[in-house]
């Protein structure tokens, strides 16, 4: 593949994968970053990367919903591999305003699909990166596989898991050549603060309440973002089409265990605030409607077929994590102040929020 589109490049996964190919990954083509900044997309997160890689990194504002423009840039651009992240990704706001998740992670899918099945004599690959969350919801024991039935519970799953199927269809109906990742929680650098790992540092550093939601012992399994992109590459590269794999960081963890573990780390590195402990700061608040309980990956295909492995344990991951946000305060501030904001204001037109 020699030029790649990669949807969604200014949000959180989408640049550390970008950042990734770049950097670390021996990929010698183009990335061609199509985003439309809604208010998860930040150009700061590769403000760098533009500057250093002119001639193979290209951005381009576009909604993946408009066929037109993106059909233009599928042409212009000669795009013969996608990797498509950009979407709608946070459940509590799927729960508010569903809208938005309908249109950008199913008609916009549908839309690149289409872009795909026309350019098909071209396109290598389509990559469609989703979500463990379309499996539903686990008891205390097993994981899910590849083979566990969809049972989304939110808008936002919902959404994921049709996307997912349009996908799947595209291969059995059209002969598209795609794969799917169904992936665990992400943590890392460049993670907006309205995720729970993010909001809990930020929080906790200028000594605001931290809220957990109902009991605090929901499990997720943490990834750290960085293998969540080596396993996504290492698809890409050698999984075979029409095939799902699910990538986990066999991390299981209660929230509040997260939370408290974050809050020893920056008692750790900053010291005490106001003479305590910031875990006096943990706040239960009401819990989020129809919250799954626990989610856990079995990830062995992806570990047998690939040979993938996760480099970062929770316990390394986390302590890079909050050194990240404490080395990047101008990045933080820039996002919370509004002053990001207005800059894309200036340069891009109003963003949708
Ligand atoms: P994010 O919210 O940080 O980033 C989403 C990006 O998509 C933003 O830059 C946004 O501007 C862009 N976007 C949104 N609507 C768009 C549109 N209509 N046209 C073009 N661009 C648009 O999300 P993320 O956490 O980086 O997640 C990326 C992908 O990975 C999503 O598909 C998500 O479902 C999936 N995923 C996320 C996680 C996680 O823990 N964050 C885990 C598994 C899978
Ligand atoms: O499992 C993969 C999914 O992980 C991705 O598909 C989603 O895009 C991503 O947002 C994430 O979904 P979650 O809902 O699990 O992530 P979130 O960070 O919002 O919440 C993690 C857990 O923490 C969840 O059980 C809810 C809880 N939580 C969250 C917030 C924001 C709190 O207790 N307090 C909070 O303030």
């Excluded at 943590?187 to 200028?206: D, R, S, T």
């Excluded at 012992?217 to 890409?236: F, P, Q």
């Excluded at 990240?324 to 305060?329: A, I, K």
Aim: glycine share 10%.
């Amino acid at each position: 593949m020699r030029n790649i589109l990669v949807t969604g490049g200014l949000g959180f996964i989408g640049s550390n994968f970008i950042r990734y190919l770049l950097h670390e990954s021996g990929y010698r083509g183009c990335l061609i970053n199509v985003d439309f900044i809604t208010y998860a997309g930040n150009p700061d997160n590769l403000a760098d990367i533009e500057k250093e890689f002119k001639d193979r990194y290209r951005f381009i504002r576009c909604d993946i919903c408009d066929r037109e423009r993106m059909s233009k840039i599928f042409d212009e651009m000669a795009i013969d591999g996608i990797c498509h992240f950009a979407a709608e990704s946070h459940v509590d706001r799927s729960l508010v305003r569903p809208d938005a998740f309908i249109q950008t992670n199913i008609v916009g899918t549908f839309t690149l699909l289409e872009l795909a099945r026309k350019f098909r004599g071209r396109v290598e690959l389509f990559h469609h990166v989703s979500t463990d969350e379309v499996y539903g919801s686990l008891g205390r024991e097993g994981f899910f596989t590849e083979e566990t039935p969809y049972r989304p519970n939110s808008p936002y799953s919902a959404s994921k898991a049709s996307s997912d199927h349009l996908v799947r269809a595209y291969h059995m109906s059209y002969g598209l050549p795609v794969t799917i990742s169904n992936c665990s929680n992400n943590y890392g650098p460049y993670q907006f603060p309205e995720k729970l790992i993010p909001l809990v540092i930020l929080n906790a550093l200028e000594g605001k309440p931290i809220p957990v939601y109902g009991d605090g012992r929901n499990v997720r399994d943490w990834l750290y973002v960085g293998d969540h992109c080596s396993a996504i590459w290492a698809i890409m590269n050698k999984g075979r089409r029409g095939e799902t794999y699910n990538v986990g960081g066999n991390n299981e963890m209660e929230n509040i265990q997260v939370v408290g573990l974050i809050c020893d780390i920056l008692d750790e590195y900053c010291g005490m605030i106001d003479g305590g402990p910031r875990r006096r700061l943990i706040t239960y608040v009401k819990d989020r409607p129809g919250h799954d309980r626990r989610y856990a990956i079995d990830g062995s295909k992806l570990m047998r077929e690939l040979g993938w492995a996760p480099h970062e344990s929770f316990a390394t991951g986390i302590r890079k994590t909050v050194r990240w946000y404490l080395d990047n305060r101008k990045w933080v501030d820039r996002l919370i102040s509004g002053e990001y904001k207005a800059w894309i204001k200036e340069n891009y037109g109003t963003n949708r929020s």
